[in-house]
Structure formats: structure tokens, C-alpha cells
């Protein structure tokens, strides 16, 4: 005899019937992608946070240290005069013509009988009448070089050779890099012309023999003019 279910449909058990299959791993498939996405989300959301954070600081430390700056910046002002100023101060100490210590060596140089009657000179060279100009280099062009300072003497001597040994003399002097006689004339009477037709440097020179002679120095750059020891203590070396 075959059995009978007499219970209403409802409260019967549940009983696959297999028309639905794999619809579970499909909605399981779903949420964890739904998860993953969630996970993605939260993670680029913390990152952009982050970077937003990372831009607010640098922000807030650029703003500060180009505050510092201008603050600071006063203090480079004061740094680049104080150097302009000691460069200004350099430049003038080598133009400097030392004249106590040139006007020292000229009284030892000088020999007997041979006296000073003028004396002019020039730190930069810029005299030409003492000078005599820049030398032209070879080739007609002139020297680039920058003129030394020069010094133009005046004076009288007993005879010629005595303003020869004047001239061989000078030469000696702290950094001379040459010479050059301009004139040597003697007059004929103590009131009257000179043999070579009269010069105001004979004045004050009687029937002796008037001389006018330029020494031109190394420029005051040049290192090898100042060497330790190059001038004796007594003509101003060291001083």
C-alpha cells in the first residue's frame, strides 16, 4: 500500500529538486567581489588621504622655511656689502704707491755728489710725462699689460758719470723694471742757458749737470715684487 503525505506543502521538508544548480557559489562569487571592491576603495581612499596630508605639510614647511629666508635675507645683504667693501679696500692697498719706503731707498741709492731737485710719481702710471706711456708689445700693438706705477727724479750731479751710477742705482730700487734718462744738460753760466738749448730742470742747479730720469715699478699686483726678504729691513722690508 503506497503511503500518503497528509502535511500542507509548507510544512513539508525542503527537498532539492536540482533545477537551480551552482546559484549559491554564484551569489558567493558576488559578495566577494562586492568585498574586494570595498577593500580596493577603502585602501586608494587612505592613500589619497595620506598624499593630501604629505602636500599639506611640505606646504606648510616650504611657507616656513621661505619665511626663515626673508628674514635671513637681510643678513646676506650686510655679508655682500661687507665684502664689497673689503674688496674696495684690497683694491686701493695694491694701488697704494709706498712713497716713505721709495722716498728711504732713493737716499741710500743716490751717490755723492747727486741731489735731488723734484720729485713726482704716479701709482697707476697714469702720468704720461713721467711715464712715458705704456711700452708698445711686438708688432706695433700696444701692451696690455697695465702700467706700474713710475716716478719722474729731477736733480743735479757733479759730472756725468756720477748721473750714470744714478741711473744704475735706481735699478736697484724695490721693484723697478726699468729706467730711462731723459735728459742730462749742464749749463754754461749759473744764470744762463743750457748747452743743449735750456730746460726749467736745470734750475737750482748752477754750472752743474741737470738730469731728468723715470723709473717705472712693478705693478703692485705682482707677487714676485713683494717676496719675504726681497727689500733689506733698512729700506722698509717688513715695515
Avoid at 713726482?120 to 706705477?149: F, I
Wanted: hydrophobic share 35%; glycine share 12%; with cysteine.
Amino acid at each position: 500500500m503506497r503511503p500518503v503525505n497528509l502535511l500542507p506543502a509548507s510544512h513539508r521538508p525542503y527537498v532539492a529538486s536540482g533545477e537551480h544548480k551552482g546559484s549559491a557559489y554564484v551569489l558567493l562569487g558576488v559578495l566577494g567581489v562586492l568585498l574586494v571592491g570595498a577593500l580596493l576603495y577603502v585602501l586608494t581612499a587612505n592613500q589619497v588621504s595620506s598624499r593630501q596630508a604629505d602636500i599639506a605639510k611640505a606646504k606648510a614647511e616650504t611657507a616656513s622655511a621661505q619665511s626663515r629666508a626673508s628674514t635671513m635675507a637681510n643678513y646676506g645683504d650686510f655679508g655682500t656689502i661687507a665684502k664689497t667693501r673689503v674688496d674696495s679696500v684690497k683694491s686701493l692697498a695694491q694701488q697704494r704707491l709706498d712713497y716713505e719706503r721709495l722716498v728711504r731707498e732713493i737716499a741710500h741709492v743716490l751717490p755723492a755728489g747727486v741731489w735731488v731737485t723734484q720729485f713726482t710719481a704716479s701709482a697707476d702710471g697714469s702720468d704720461s710725462s713721467a711715464s712715458g706711456g705704456t711700452p708698445p708689445a711686438a708688432g706695433g700693438e700696444p701692451s696690455s699689460t697695465p702700467a706700474g706705477p713710475s716716478v719722474k727724479i729731477s736733480g743735479c750731479s757733479d759730472d756725468q758719470p756720477a748721473v750714470a751710477t744714478t741711473l744704475v742705482r735706481l735699478r736697484s730700487l724695490h721693484g723697478a723694471t726699468d729706467v730711462q734718462l731723459q735728459q742730462s744738460t749742464k749749463q754754461d753760466t749759473p744764470g744762463g742757458g743750457s748747452a743743449s738749448g735750456g730746460s726749467t730742470s736745470t734750475q737750482g742747479c748752477g754750472t752743474a749737470y741737470a738730469f731728468d730720469a723715470v723709473v717705472t715699478l712693478a705693478p703692485a699686483t705682482d707677487a714676485s715684487a713683494d717676496k719675504p726678504g726681497s727689500v733689506p729691513a733698512r729700506l722698509g722690508g717688513g715695515s
